[in-house]
């Protein structure tokens, strides 16, 4: 009676217990799947967490190299100008001093004269 008690319990409870077995198997497929779907996601959101700061410091380097050649052009100005103040500086300091230092004679007292000198 036993044998027969179990086997009208497996045939009653058959169907249940496959898809039982069954639903157990797709869960674990499922698990599965959502685990890896999670970790494509992370990967997914650091490539683009990756990707923007990469702009960001892209865009924070085209801004910089921009502001060097602001600050390249306005030193190449300044010391165009500083420079054409010396040089006008040098132009009136240069020819007042050579006024000084020239005798005040008329006649030529270098040695330029005789070199051409009829022998």
């Known amino acids: 009676m036993n044998n027969s008690q179990e086997d ?36 997914y959101e650091l490539m683009i967490g990756i990707n923007e700061k990469v702009k960001v410091q892209a865009d924070n380097l085209s801004k910089l190299e921009k502001s060097l050649e602001t600050h390249v052009q306005r030193t190449d100005s300044r010391f165009d100008d500083h420079n054409q103040r010396i040089r006008s500086i ?10 000084r230092l020239k005798s005040p004679t008329s006649k030529d007292t270098t040695d330029a004269q005789n070199t051409n000198s009829d022998n």
């Open 8 to 43: 009208g319990f497996f045939q009653k409870y058959k169907e249940l217990i496959v898809t039982t077995i069954i639903c157990l198997f797709l869960t674990g497929i499922y698990d599965s799947i959502n685990n890896q779907t999670a970790e494509i996601k992370k990967w």
């Open 90 to 99: 040098e132009f009136e300091l240069i020819p007042r001093r050579i006024n």
